[in-house]
């Protein structure tokens, strides 16, 4: 029976337990022995497999973080390390493997494709950092997550008269704060992918006040700046009460979406019938709702155009 090997590696997401029930339930459905890769390339390196049937992927969809856990692999990244998972995987007879991460964990994947593994790659990333694809795996429910934290923020803020800072993760991208903040309402978004002013900010912010209002909220991408200088920053520009709060790793946790679970199903049937079709050295994404593949080399070529034209919508509703 030809073996799929299937592992997640990189910052783990809401969804890769769903993806990988996916790949495990359909793959068998479809007559292949699934292997399980445990923490990422680390768990290649060490031969760390498991056999993953129908059952051992029964309450899975509902959980974040991956049960076949997750890591960021130094050896892996040196040749040795690669020629040596490539190894790992043939010996153990494994023809086929799919990899959830994003976009280091893609260059990995590509270099095993190389070695003569037929590799997939499932957007793996609360970011959204990826292209050719409109969604990443936990991006959706990341959202959700920052969105209710805002409103917490909101409640204490306007009891204090306050302006909240907050910093949201998305390494260089500005996806998470962009769209969490549209969804709270925010006062300003600061993202990497935009000029932004914080004299004029706090002006804004000051005039407001001034208005009526009892509490501002400015969202920050981790690419943008840092949270606490921003707040600081503020503070010296119009005098208001700032505080600022680093939502961390709480963004990357909870239970996935209902989005995030039906996108995950869908990738992981998808890939099963690319495998079916001899069709590898690729990565799954969505497009207009339809689930599409890239060869790994398009993608490491594509660019990713900063979301202007959300941008623009934001400034027309603050
Ligand atoms: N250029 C590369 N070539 C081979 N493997 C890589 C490369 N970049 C990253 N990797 C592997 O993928 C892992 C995950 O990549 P990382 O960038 O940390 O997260 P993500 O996949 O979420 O972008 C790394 O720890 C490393 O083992
Ligand atoms: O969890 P770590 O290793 O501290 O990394 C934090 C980074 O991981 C992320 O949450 C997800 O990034 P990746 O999916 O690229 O790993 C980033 O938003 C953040 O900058």
Known sequence: MKKIGVLT?????????????????????????????KRGYNGLMEKDFIPLGSKDVSDKLYRGGTFLQSARSEEFRTEEGQKKGANNLKEEGIEHLVVIGGDGSYRGAAKLNDLGIKTYGLPGTIDNDLPLTDYTIGFDTTLNVVTDAIGNLRDTMSSHERVSVIEVMGRNSGDIALHAGIASGVDAILVPEQPWDIKEISYKLKDRFNKGKTHSIVMVAEGAGNGEEIAHMIKDHCGLDTRATILGHIQRGGTPSAFDRVFTSRMGHEVIRLIDNDIYGVALGIENNDITYHRFEEIFEAHQPPNTKLYSIFGDLV
Do not use: F, H, K, L
């Open 9 to 37: 590696s990189g910052g783990d997401s809401q969804g890769m337990n769903s993806a990988i029930r996916s790949v495990v339930r359909t793959g068998i459905a479809r007559g292949y022995e699934i292997v399980g890769i």
